[in-house]
């Protein structure tokens, strides 16, 4: 990956405005969701520059569909061949191959994907994926790298699917496979969030019939096919607590613009009572840095917090002053980061499940640090904005994995950020 420089941090006041991106996690599962349909869909406000997206697209050509952007934000997705049901890939994956993989058995009655990719977070099951198919009807095997599937003659049959936890990517997998399943589909005990309600958004306009019924289950009556449709992605509420974040710890005065306010109602509540400075414009948000004040949290399902903003909220953690606490319920352990935040001066204790970390009010110290995964890599530019010298970010390409015109957007607030190829030298 020595294609992608490393990312240079100075001590920064965040200024400014900035507009969010779409969001990663909505749009991988929409491009999929293009693999049920030999139709045009169209995805506006689509974050074509992230490094997923850009493999994603790739994967899509791979099966027989061509990718046009006609603008950095503008996608169309079309089908000139049909057919193709195994992706040959051999590049690196990502995690939505297991969605790839419940979309062409649906449609085409069977498929073969690479195994899924995407951040290592200590273990990442896909039983419930393997679950899912087989309930409605599939035979799901492992062959070498590859993941394969294959429907029952006739297709998949729709029934219902309990999921033992409330699983992001087994929801929307369930989703995909149970629009073009024969019959009816209920889907108990589903993650509901804001990207799982915009994948059903879209694949309504398709034509698929869906039912949310709260966080108790989702009901699907099958179709025969979908039709093309045109669609707006939801704007990135992780890029909008990193800006938050950013913002908060600098002293800083941001303007965060078409802030997805209903999305993040809980951790908004911890980050007030943590001192957060905020303001509501007329679509925006508007952040003052003044106070930071230790947190303690845990993750969860949605509404609850999102497991990917706890790394953003430990470098919180590191500009307060005392003991902060995090319990990452949804990835227990997902705290590699903190021994790269040790690099630069920020205390810590793993006890158990729960990450402490002994926040000295942010007298940190500029390093050579790895981003190990992407919420990681965004934490530490932010601890890098309130350390003394400079810190070295290497593996950087992680963070362009999701998150479009980082450095750029940086830039904009008025931070001292540059990219630079040291480890290539
Ligand atoms: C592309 C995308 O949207 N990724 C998000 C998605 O990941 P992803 O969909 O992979 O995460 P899940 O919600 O499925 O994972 C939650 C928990 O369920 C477990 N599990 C999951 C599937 C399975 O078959 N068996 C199983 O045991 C996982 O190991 C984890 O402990 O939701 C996570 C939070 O929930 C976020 O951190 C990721 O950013
Ligand atoms: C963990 C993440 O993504 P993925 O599931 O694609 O690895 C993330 O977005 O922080």
């Not at 062409?104 to 195994?115: K, S």
């Not at 920020?346 to 190990?372: C, P, S, T, W, Y």
Request: charged content about 20%.
């Amino acid at each position: 990956m020595s294609e992608f420089p490393d990312l240079v941090v100075s001590r920064s006041v965040l200024q400014g405005q900035v507009d969010l991106c779409g969001a990663k996690n909505s749009a991988l599962r929409l491009l999929a969701a293009s693999l049920l349909t030999a139709e045009t869909i169209r995805l506006q406000n689509y974050p074509s520059e992230l490094l997923d997206a850009q493999v994603h697209v790739r994967m899509l050509e791979a099966l027989g569909k061509t990718c046009t952007l006609s603008n950095p934000t503008d996608i169309s997705i079309t089908e000139p061949r049909l057919g193709i049901d195994r992706l040959e890939w051999d590049g690196r994956s990502i995690r939505n191959t297991l969605l790839i993989l419940g979309a062409l058995t649906a449609r085409q009655g069977r498929g073969a994907v690479p195994l899924p990719g995407g951040c290592k977070l200590g273990e990442r099951k896909y039983d419930l994926h393997v679950m899912l198919l087989e309930r409605l009807g599939a035979q799901v095997w492992e062959e070498g790298d590859y993941l394969c599937a294959e429907a029952p003659a006739g297709g998949l049959v729709g029934t219902d699917i309990h999921l033992a936890l409330r699983s992001t990517g087994a929801t929307e997998n369930a989703i995909l496979a149970a629009t073009l399943a024969k019959g009816k589909t209920r889907i108990w005990n589903p993650h509901i969030r804001p990207e799982i309600l915009d994948l059903v958004k879209l694949l309504r306009k398709m034509g698929a019939k869906i039912t949310v019924h709260g966080q108790e289950h989702i009901e699907i009556d099958g179709v025969d096919g979908l039709n093309g449709a045109t669609h707006s992605v939801i704007p990135d509420n992780m890029e909008a607590i990193t800006w938050l974040a950013g913002a908060t710890i600098t002293g800083g005065d941001v303007e965060i613009r078409d802030f997805p306010f209903d999305d993040l109602d809980v951790v908004l509540a911890h980050l007030k009572a943590a001192g957060a400075q905020l303001f509501r414009g007329e679509n925006s948000l508007i952040v003052r840095g003044r106070n930071c004040y230790p947190i303690e949290i845990s993750t969860g399902p949605h509404p609850g917090i999102n497991s990917d903003v706890q790394p953003i909220l430990a470098a919180w953690a590191a500009r307060a002053t005392g003991e902060s606490r995090i319990v990452d319920l949804r990835f227990p352990g997902r705290y590699a980061y903190a021994a790269e935040m040790a690099k630069m001066g920020v205390r810590h204790e793993i006890d158990g499940d729960m990450l402490k970390i002994f926040g000295n009010g942010g007298q940190l110290h500029g390093a050579n640090v790895r981003a190990l995964d992407l919420r990681a890599g965004a934490a530490l530019t932010l601890c890098g904005l309130i350390a003394d010298g400079e810190t070295v970010i290497t593996d950087a390409w992680q963070i362009g994995r999701g998150y479009m015109n980082f450095v750029d957007k940086l830039k904009s607030l008025g931070a001292t950020v540059r990219t630079e190829n040291r480890s290539a030298a």
